[in-house]
């Protein structure tokens, strides 16, 4: 058991969690979880240095849950069809042999567009129109639809474009009016200046110079799949955790990985989504939510190996852990956050954290999940 101090609160039956919390979280990475069950707050833990509740940090590729959120709204209301040439609301996508990929192979990480010759530069990515402006040129690097390999800084600047075109509105805009605001949710795709002094920077990892050396002998080539997916293929390569410490990043909320938040933010949006917050319905109706939690792209990952496995938009968390159930859907970000809802067993989970391991493991996950598995069926 760690002598972590843990603080905050977990309503009876929950207890478990606490105490898995606190042997599982490391003091130095300054940890939130936060677990809705039944539409209730029943997990709302903190520790670490400068970090409470109510701490705002990056949360990286989480973001994702947030943008597909927006365009599962958008598809129920009847504005976007997700078998539409992307073409077809973007014309100058076309090119380059891109003018059969649909929105659904964009969201199914099945485009075979995960970047672009040459890189992004840092102050490029942090602006998703302009990640727009140079894709549509941008040759795929495998036929659509033949597989599929994850996007990591650049998908949702495309499913953002398309919304653009269709609405007026960009996606963080339709994230603000629909879901944030209306639940209070700490979860921003653009911070508002207002809120930065709540900013907690996002740390690196800490390894020594054997394990440093052990993670660099095998990091993939920056002009191979998983470099041009990471941003390794720029001049010079992204800093991942420079990334969002940076204002521009952060005001701009670039909807792939742009995001900022904290664990209630991201736990409360998922029981929003699926099982309604505060006495509302909830957000998306069933038959929306059953397409967008279905398994689509599965097997190998062309970028990220067999970390992948995708829903419609979410991972597929059923696919991550085996005690979920099979729909059971959200998405992590790359400094270690954790978000999902199982439908089955009834509950959302956020998991915020502000330091990265610097191999980008992140075994407390597993723990943290199980735990909170356990406690949410038995109570």
Do not use: C
């Not at 067993?345 to 998991?351: H, I, K, T």
């Amino acid at each position: 058991m760690s002598d972590i101090d843990v603080h905050g609160t977990v309503t009876s039956g929950f207890e478990g969690v606490r105490e898995e919390f606190a042997a599982a979280v490391a003091e130095e990475a300054g940890a939130q979880l936060a677990v809705y069950a039944h539409g209730r707050l029943v997990v709302d833990l903190w520790a670490g240095d400068e970090v409470t509740g109510d701490t705002l940090t990056g949360v990286y590729s989480s973001t994702k849950g947030a943008a597909t959120l927006v365009v599962a709204l958008l598809v129920q209301d009847g504005v976007l069809e997700l078998d539409r040439p992307v073409a077809g609301y973007w014309p100058e996508f076309a090119a380059a042999g891109k003018d059969r990929i649909t929105v659904r192979d964009l969201l199914t990480h099945r485009s075979g567009v995960i970047g672009v010759d040459g890189g992004f530069s840092a102050a490029e990515l942090a602006d998703d129109q302009l990640i727009a402006r140079r894709l549509a040129g941008q040759r795929p690097y495998w036929r659509p639809g033949s597989a599929y390999g994850y996007g990591g800084f650049v998908t949702f600047a495309m499913v953002g474009e398309v919304v653009r075109r269709v609405t007026g509105r960009s996606l963080g805009e339709h994230f603000e009016q629909r879901v944030r605001a209306p639940h209070g949710l700490d979860l921003y795709l653009g911070l508002p200046e207002t809120l930065e002094a709540r900013y907690r920077e996002v740390l690196p990892g800490q390894a020594d110079p054997d394990q440093l050396a052990a993670f660099w002998a095998n990091v993939p080539g920056p002009h191979s799949l998983t470099g041009i997916g990471y941003g390794l293929n720029s001049t010079p390569p992204l800093d991942q955790v420079a990334f969002l410490n940076t204002r521009r990043v952060r005001a701009l909320g670039q909807a792939s990985a742009g995001g900022v938040g904290n664990a209630r933010g991201l736990a409360g949006m998922y029981a929003a989504l699926a099982f309604g917050l505060d006495g509302r319905a909830p957000l998306l109706e069933r038959g929306t939510l059953s397409e967008f939690a279905m398994l689509h792209s599965t097997g190998r990952d062309l970028v990220t190996g067999e970390a992948g496995q995708y829903a419609l938009g979410f991972q597929a968390k059923g696919a991550r852990y085996p005690f979920l159930s099979a729909n059971a859907f959200g998405h992590n970000g790359s400094a270690g956050s954790e978000a999902f809802a199982d439908p089955v067993s009834g509950f959302a989970f956020g998991y915020a954290r502000r330091r990265f391991a610097f191999d980008w493991s992140y075994p407390e996950h597993d723990r943290l999940a199980a735990a909170v598995h356990r406690a949410a069926t038995v109570s």
